[in-house]
């Protein structure tokens, strides 16, 4: 039940398409819905986050959706870049990361130029 | 603003030693830091809890006699690896908590190799 479960494991996209990557949460109790982005050698950076009583929340080139009913969420990146070209991590926690954050398995995107 | 830093950057060490590693926050003060290991290729799976002048709380599997935490001021967490072994080598994450925000911070990494 503490699991959040990340698909694709790695995805390759063209420069300008929009990566989509997608997380699934089974503890109804999580309340923070972040995702972070790790260059190789580098600790994970966040990226955005989320919480349960918003549907989408968008920053910048990056996108969250959320479906609380689907206990499902996903990361779209817009105008995607090489420089995109990351693993990126969605993770779940109770009260906004205080408590423990459960990650999901990775995502490792490509962006060809 | 909410920094983390993490020393050393990269260690090698010989098997059977012991190794330690210092998580710092910056400009901030955290009463909670959390140590993560991460295996090439996989994720970030949680060590321990660290709190300030009280004992860690570590996760089901994360031996507490062989990862050895002390977090003893309000900015300092260290990470002691004991008698170390090659399946020790791996890349060890810590992140702080800025209690206003209630957000983890994430410091560089730190990669050990047990030779």
């Known amino acids: 039940q503490q699991q959040v479960k990340q698909s694709p494991q790695s995805l390759i996209v063209q420069k300008g398409g929009i990566p989509i990557i997608n997380c699934a949460y089974e503890?109804?109790?999580?309340?923070?819905f972040p995702w972070y982005q790790q260059f190789p050698g580098k600790g994970p950076a966040l990226l955005i986050a989320?919480?349960?009583?918003?549907s989408e929340k968008k920053e910048g080139r990056f996108t969250i959706s959320f479906n609380k009913s689907a206990k499902q969420f996903s990361l779209h990146i817009m105008d995607s870049q090489p420089g995109d070209s990351a693993t990126y991590f969605c993770?779940?926690?109770?009260?906004?990361?205080?408590?423990?954050?459960?990650f999901g398995q990775g995502t490792r995107l490509t962006i060809n130029p | 603003g909410a920094v983390v830093s993490q020393h050393p950057s990269w260690v090698i060490c010989k098997s059977g030693t012991s190794v330690k590693i210092e998580c710092r926050s910056l400009?901030?003060?955290?009463?909670?830091m959390f140590w993560y290991r991460q295996f090439p290729k996989q994720s970030l799976m949680l060590m321990a809890t660290?709190?300030?002048?009280?004992?860690?709380?570590?996760e089901q599997g994360v031996e507490k006699d062989k990862f050895l935490i002390n977090h003893a001021s309000l900015t300092l967490s260290t990470l002691t690896v004991t008698s170390a072994h090659p399946e020790d080598s791996s890349f060890y994450i810590c992140?702080?908590?800025?209690?206003?925000?209630?957000?983890?911070?994430f410091g560089p990494g730190t990669r050990l190799t047990v030779t």
């Open positions: 660290s709190n300030e002048g009280s004992k860690a709380t570590y």
């Open positions: 993770a779940a926690s109770r009260i906004q990361g205080a408590q423990k954050l459960v």
């Open positions: 992140s702080a908590l800025d209690r206003p925000s209630n957000e983890q911070y």
């Open positions: 989320i919480r349960p009583d918003v």
């Open positions: 503890n109804t109790a999580f309340d923070y």
């Open positions: 400009d901030f003060q955290a009463t909670t």
